[in-house]
């Protein structure tokens, strides 16, 4: 019989895709997988629409098209804080996860350790098994997602070629500190590693906190990972970037060429004509996803589930009610019984530390929002009954 590649040994579909599928399954509304069903706004239509009909169909440079470089790098030097070179130093990717995939086989062997903090982003933790790369955990505290630097120091070794930070978190939802992105950078350049960073929530932020990049800080450690499908809502054009020092910028793209050619072409002008858009669209980003984080805040609490409320991204973690087992009963009871689906917590973590979590995703829109935070409260209700 014909086999199957080691590298994918004991890799399996993720819970963020099964519970999708099972939310399918009972017509539920999904809270698990972050899809941001949202409206796409007209700008981005009409760049998308403009160059499929003036047939901007072929291929793209595999950096990607002059113009979306160009207000990549305009966009990072007024809110990353930091300039680039957008015809050296930008390579545009299919999406983040693209993005990821490319700096890791431009930059690591087979071998290399790369820590990650817990909880982690299981496409992080899956393109580095897939590549022989070694990870090394450190986990975030709760109840406030803290960084033990004695642990973090431990973590780093000989063998230690990067980190990992996805800030705002997904699933945490934690945004990491000036001070801490500066302590972070100080053991990458101590050991010789790459940060590799995942800012692809940079916008949404809460409570008048502000997004810090690595690379504002340290950009010579800083590989600058990002994209478009979480600003816009566009999740599934696959549009990303990353920015990085012109001396691993072209292995990148070298990387970006072999494996994916280059972003889908009208795609990119979509996104450099919705870079024009002003700042209130941003403002209006975050405060949106506000209100909706503590709408739904509020019905989990409300309900024996423990948010632990984000700083930033659209996710919350949730520690569920004394009664259920574990994190997956929690998770099919309520698609079962209520038809809201959510994350077990074990996704995003490689010890034990997930097993009484949920993740939830609030990117919707107010009314299946409103509609999921009923549901929840009545599944609580329910039980109470049950009980008595």
């Known amino acids: 019989m014909n086999q199957i590649s080691d590298r994918l040994r004991g890799l399996v579909q993720s819970d963020i895709r099964r519970m999708s599928r099972e939310c399918e399954r009972v017509g539920g509304i999904n809270l698990g997988q972050g899809i941001c069903d949202l409206p796409t706004i007209p700008e981005l239509v009409e760049g998308a629409c403009d160059a499929i ?13 002059d113009l979306l470089r ?4 305009r966009k990072i030097a007024t809110f990353n804080g930091f300039e680039v070179d957008p015809a050296r130093e930008i390579v545009v990717t299919v999406g983040s996860t693209g993005g990821f995939a490319a700096a890791a086989m431009a930059t690591l062997n087979a071998g290399d350790e790369v820590i990650l903090f817990e909880p982690y982003y299981g496409y992080h933790l899956n393109t580095l098994k897939v590549l022989g790369v070694e990870t090394k955990y450190v986990p975030l505290n709760l109840p406030d997602w803290s960084i033990d630097f004695d642990a973090l120091r431990a973590a780093f070794g000989p063998k230690t070629r ?14 990491f500190t000036p001070d801490e992105l500066r302590r972070i950078a100080a053991l990458c350049r101590e050991f010789n590693a790459w940060c590799y960073t995942d800012e692809i929530y940079e916008y949404i932020v ?18 600058t990972i990002s994209g478009f ?32 050619v280059c972003a889908p072409t009208p795609l990119q002008w979509g996104i450099a004509r919705a870079l024009e858009i002003g700042e209130e669209y941003y ?44 994190s997956r009963e929690a998770a099919m009871a309520l698609i079962e019984e209520v038809g809201v689906a959510s994350v077990p917590g074990p996704s995003f973590y490689a010890s034990n530390r997930g097993d009484r979590l949920l993740r ?5 829109d107010f009314a299946s929002l409103e509609e999921a935070a009923r549901r929840v409260r009545a599944f609580s209700h329910a039980r109470a009954g049950a009980r008595r």
């Open 360 to 364: 939830f995703c609030f990117a919707k």
């Open 206 to 223: 809460y409570d008048g906190r502000r997004h810090t990049s690595m690379a504002s800080i340290d950009r010579d450690v800083t590989i």
């Open 53 to 65: 009909a003036t047939s901007k169909a072929t291929y793209s440079k595999f950096e990607g098209i």
């Open 229 to 260: 499908s979480k600003t816009f809502s566009v999740t599934g054009w696959r549009i990303g970037y990353v920015a990085a020092d012109a001396r691993v910028a072209a292995s990148i793209g070298l990387v970006n060429d072999l494996f994916y």
């Open 70 to 73: 160009e207000r990549i790098a």
């Open 283 to 326: 403002r209006n980003l975050a405060s949106d996803y506000e209100k909706k984080r503590d709408l739904f805040a509020a019905a989990l609490n409300d309900s024996g589930f423990r948010a632990y409320v984000p700083e930033g991204a659209y996710y919350m973690l949730a520690e569920i009610p004394d009664e259920l087992a574990d």
């Open 162 to 175: 990067g980190i990992v930070v996805c800030t705002p978190s997904n699933p945490c939802g934690k945004v």
